[in-house]
């Protein structure tokens, strides 16, 4: 986004993230230069741009970022031009015996010997972050996520937006689970990702807060709740100042009012772009359903108790669509007059609600995923709790044919 007066859902922008690995071995590779190359300088790029699409580096050498170059207001055609340029990158791979891999976690690389922190632009920024933290583990180096990124203009369409951001986080492992691996195990979540996500800053709890953001609706109080408490936590550390709050905030959505945006981060990759858009035009459907009121009242979105959302995210993160949402509040907001329900039914229920807003061919790619199940599930019904590091590879080369091909693995 850029600092334009968009207003609530003019614009969006995707971010998609992936692995680079070796394909005879499955091993993470540190070559995401090899794909963005060197500038006229004879300098390593550390950003690209083909025509609507741009290319970067994420903090570790093994992971590349397509993502929309500008702002978009359409995800007509987004799944195609990401193809396009997977498949481009995939050609330049070829020539080190390297692709892409989908999914949000690699489920046998070892962080502590194969970490590779980008070395080029913005390095000192990733030395700080190493310096601190340790980025030498899966919370920074073996996590690939798909961003979305949507427009607000002013404090009473941030307020909407957040409001509804924060009832939706809850439900994103359930239909995007795609990390039930690690170690060369079965982790016992099926988002692995999130579970290792919100640990992963315990040294300054403020930063990553309880994952489900504050109840918080202008960007007055924004600053004082986190930004401010964020910039006194992290100042002992961060003594150069390399590190800016905007991006330190690791909370599960993340307000950019520097871009008159709210960037949500819970989203699981998954294995080919065509299921990516068709999770995002899912994600903004139901968001544009609160907004709407076609669910509960803003006053109501806006009352709900944080730690129970925190109990709902729990139990996706660890069960996916099969988790059991046992909260009568939280159901009754989406027109379900229960005290129970598993979340794959809630799911669908939705779907139909928000339909209209979603287009012909993402339905048909969402009806699919719901009664498929999610990434997550289907892996480990394939594979077991722990798999070979050979079932592994077979499995998750099928997984990048899947990317390759921009096609739902079934």
């Known amino acids: 986004m850029s600092n334009s007066p968009w207003h609530l859902f003019d614009r969006f922008g995707l971010e998609l993230e992936y692995m680079i690995v070796s394909k005879e071995t499955g091993k993470v590779l540190p070559r995401v230069d090899a794909v963005l190359g060197k500038d006229e300088n004879g300098e390593n790029r ?25 702002p978009a207001n359409s995800f007509a055609g987004w799944s195609d031009r990401f193809h396009q340029e997977i498949l481009a990158a995939n050609e330049t791979l070829s020539k080190i015996d390297a692709e892409l891999l989908p999914t949000a976690a690699h489920p046998f690389m070892d962080p502590m010997t194969e970490t590779t922190l980008w070395p080029y632009d913005c ?53 995007a689970a795609s990390s039930p691996y690690l170690d060369s195990r079965y982790t016992g979540y099926k988002d692995a990702r999130i579970e290792t996500y919100r640990h992963n800053q315990e040294k300054i709890p403020s930063i990553t807060g309880k994952v489900i953001p504050e109840a918080i609706f202008t960007e007055a109080d924004y600053n004082e709740k986190i930004f401010e408490v964020v910039k006194r936590d992290i100042a002992p550390y961060d003594t150069d100042h390399l590190l800016n709050h905007f991006f330190l905030n690791s909370r599960g959505a993340i307000a950019r009012f ?21 999770l995002a035009e899912f994600e903004m459907a139901i968001l544009k359903g609160f907004a709407k009121g076609t669910f509960a009242s803003l006053e109501v979105q806006k009352a709900f108790d944080t730690d129970k959302l925190v109990k709902i995210l729990f139990a996706t993160v660890k069960d996916a669509e099969e988790a059991l949402i046992q909260d009568a509040d939280y159901l009754k907001i989406f027109g379900m007059e229960t005290s129970e329900m598993q979340a794959k039914d809630l799911l669908k229920a939705i779907l139909q609600k928000v339909h209209s807003d979603i287009s012909a061919e993402s339905q048909t790619v969402l009806e699919k995923i719901l009664n498929r199940g999610t990434l997550a599930t289907v892996l480990v019904k394939k594979l077991g709790e722990k798999p070979s590091q050979k079932a592994f590879v077979q499995e998750y080369a099928k997984l990048a044919h899947s990317l390759a091909t921009n096609t739902l693995y079934m």
């Open 46 to 70: 550390s950003d690209l741009q083909h025509g609507d699409v741009g290319l970067s580096n994420e903090l570790v050498s093994h992971v590349l970022e397509f993502k929309c170059a500008e």
């Open 123 to 175: 390095n000192e920024i990733y030395e700080a972050y190493d310096r601190i933290f340790d980025c030498r583990g899966h919370g920074w180096a073996n996590l690939q996520s798909t961003h979305l990124n949507i427009s607000f203009c002013g404090d009473e369409e941030f307020g909407k937006l957040h409001a509804a951001i924060r009832l939706l986080l809850p439900l994103i492992p359930a239909f």
């Open 258 to 278: 520097d871009r008159g945006a709210v960037e949500i981060r819970l989203v699981d990759i998954q294995e080919c772009p065509k299921a990516d858009v068709a």
